[in-house]
């Protein structure tokens, strides 16, 4: 059944209520004008409270004057085509009343209040039978269609109902569909708000497992810090005494050639006297000095291999190869490790660990507390 006969001029009747009622919009408010409505010299037309509202805004002093007086007159423009308005002393309230706009008002309210279906009935009419009304709805087909139809037409054999009857009934299949939507849409929006809240956990989540992370590895990065430090200092110490031993040799032994090498000059000038007496006055001592010069033992030196600094090697491998199987717990942490990341018990625990390894080369040299060799003499 084709209605669109019907539904053209229902189309064309809300087109023309739409159009209408942007003509009755007041500028000001932006609603349909409320009564009493007043016009402009301009034509153009205002609700008395927006007119009286335009022109207090545009004389402040005129309602500050003795209520009991007869206000004076002022002056405002238009909000649609700046005309500039005069008024006399009566104000607002000697504008002329626009009849005519308020009775359309009243009308178009009369017939916005019609409902939609009484006026669609009004206009569907059958398409083969143009005087027969739309009244009864063909169960077969499916189809609202006349009384005319059903006797002498394509519904004869059909069975019919009244078209209110199906009407109500559709409808309230509509709405309990539409209930049906509404109530799975509000369980899925609270499904919606649930993983919005589960994706706000996990990034949480997330920061403050990475924020323990860092500080567990700043901790071993304390750790081997600390060590680095511990160790440099065992080298430097030893470096030092080797250092001033070697020094205070090569001081003993500056001093010994310093000496021999004067004692030499005053033995050459000694064989340089041509007088035998005075040459025999000195030469007994200058002997003296030179047989305890040449007795004088030179025999203290370092060790060979005394430079060598090797035995403070150390093998980190097996440390690295450690550090390198760093994984996640599997299992929830205990009690004493709830205390937050990054405490002072967790950084000792690290540490006692890395502490109680055992060195598989070099254990001895390179120690986690070993005291340099005191002796300089010692090859380590």
Not at 77 to 92: A, I, Q, T, Y
Not at 189 to 201: F, G, L, P, R, V
Not at 280 to 287: A, I
């Amino acid at each position: 059944m084709n209605f669109a006969v019907g539904l053209k001029p229902l189309l064309a009747e809300a087109r023309s209520m739409e159009s209408l009622e942007k003509q009755l919009i007041c500028p000001i408010c932006l609603e349909m004008f409320s009564k009493p409505v007043v016009i402009l010299p301009c034509q153009h037309n205002l609700c008395r409270k927006c007119a009286n509202d335009v022109f207090q805004a545009s004389n402040p002093l005129w309602q500050s004057r003795g209520s009991s007086a007869v206000p004076s007159g002022g002056r405002f423009r238009c909000p649609s085509c700046r005309h500039e308005v005069v008024l006399d002393r009566h104000g607002v309230y000697g504008l002329q009343r626009n009849l005519l706009v308020e009775n359309i008002i009243d009308i178009y309210k009369q017939e916005s209040a019609r409902p939609l279906h009484a006026k669609a009935e009004q206009h569907l009419m059958c398409e083969e039978h143009e005087d027969e009304r739309i009244n009864i709805y063909c169960l077969r087909c499916e189809a609202p269609t006349c009384s005319l139809c059903k006797v002498f037409g394509a519904h004869k054999d059909c069975e019919v109902a009244p078209l209110p009857a199906v009407y109500q009934r559709q409808k309230s299949e509509l709405s309990d569909g539409i209930a049906m939507l509404v109530a799975g849409n509000d369980r899925i929006q609270a499904i919606i708000t649930q993983m919005e809240e589960i994706c706000h956990t996990i990034e949480e989540n997330g920061r403050r497992q990475k924020q323990h992370v860092g500080l567990r590895f700043d901790a071993l990065y304390g750790i081997l810090e600390e060590r680095k430090k511990e160790l440099l200092q065992s080298i430097a110490a030893e470096q030092e005494a080797k250092l001033q031993r070697v020094r205070g040799l090569i001081r003993q032994y500056g001093d010994h050639l310093e000496a021999s090498s004067k004692l030499v000059e005053s033995a050459i000038q000694a064989m340089e006297e041509p007088q035998m007496a005075l040459y025999l006055q000195h030469s007994k001592e200058l002997l003296k000095k030179i047989t305890d010069m040449s007795k004088a033992s030179m025999s203290s030196r370092p060790e060979p291999g005394y430079e060598n600094m090797d035995h403070f090697s150390i093998n980190v491998d097996y440390v690295a190869e450690m550090l390198r199987t760093i994984e996640f717990q599997t299992e929830p942490l205990g009690e004493d490790e709830g205390d937050g990341p990054g405490d002072g018990s967790e950084a000792a625990t690290d540490e006692d660990r890395l502490d109680s390894l055992e060195v598989p080369e070099a254990a001895e040299d390179a120690g986690p507390r070993q005291k340099p060799a005191s002796s300089p003499h010692g090859q380590h």
